[in-house]
DNA sequence: GCCAACGTTGGC
DNA sequence: GCCAACGTTGGC
């Protein structure tokens, strides 16, 4: 079983979208990098779980933990051209681009801010926090993960 | 809104 | 295959 974070703008979809949805599950998709595109389809498996980080916001930071029910499948979002993440490149032949579903699993009671995981000396390889770092998909180690668990309290 | 750091595109 | 130009992300 691996850790994740997934990155959302929460004016987008936030952790409260994510709850309030039927199932509290829905569809990861809009992912346009093929490097987390890559991690997604090749490595993420169900079972795993993910911080939901919230991104370009006032208070950027974890917010809580869902987990991935089902494997990677063709974001058809990619062949939609009113859906705000269409490829015109994309073809149903060649999707070019996949999601998962997420179900959500619980919300801390407090944010835990960037500004915190910066001041964690354990988290000081973390990816998230490597400069110039804008994968919206990137992976946690074990370590890395009971460290940010550890901080929610 | 600014800007650094990337990723992608396309001409050559 | 190089690389300049452009677009995007995301913290501040």
């Given at each position: 079983m691996?850790y994740?974070l997934?990155?959302?703008?929460?004016?987008?979809?936030?952790?409260?979208?994510?709850?309030?949805?039927?199932?509290k599950?829905?569809?990861w998709?809009?992912?346009?990098?093929?490097?987390a595109?890559?991690?997604m389809?090749?490595?993420?498996k169900?079972?795993?779980?993910?911080f939901?980080y919230?991104?370009?916001?006032?208070?950027?930071g974890v917010v809580g933990?869902?987990?991935v029910v089902?494997?990677a499948?063709d974001?058809y979002?990619a062949?939609?051209?009113k859906e705000?993440?269409?490829?015109?490149?994309?073809?149903?032949e060649?999707?070019r681009?996949?999601?998962v579903?997420v179900?959500y699993?619980k919300k801390?009671k407090?944010?835990i801010s960037l500004?915190e995981l910066?001041?964690?000396?354990k988290l000081k390889d973390?990816?998230?926090?490597?400069k110039?770092n804008?994968?919206?998909?990137?992976?946690?180690?074990a370590?890395?993960w009971?460290?940010?668990?550890?901080?929610?309290?």
């Amino acid at each position: 079983m691996k850790y994740w974070l997934l990155k959302s703008e929460p004016d987008a979809f936030s952790i409260d979208d994510l709850r309030n949805m039927p199932g509290k599950k829905d569809h990861w998709d809009g992912i346009r990098n093929y490097q987390a595109r890559n991690m997604m389809r090749d490595d993420m498996k169900k079972g795993d779980l993910a911080f939901f980080y919230h991104s370009s916001c006032a208070v950027p930071g974890v917010v809580g933990i869902v987990e991935v029910v089902k494997e990677a499948y063709d974001d058809y979002t990619a062949l939609d051209s009113k859906e705000k993440y269409f490829d015109a490149k994309a073809t149903p032949e060649n999707p070019r681009w996949c999601m998962v579903d997420v179900k959500y699993k619980k919300k801390f009671k407090q944010i835990i801010s960037l500004q915190e995981l910066k001041q964690n000396k354990k988290l000081k390889d973390m990816m998230l926090l490597r400069k110039g770092n804008r994968l919206s998909i990137m992976p946690v180690s074990a370590g890395e993960w009971k460290a940010i668990l550890a901080m929610a309290g």
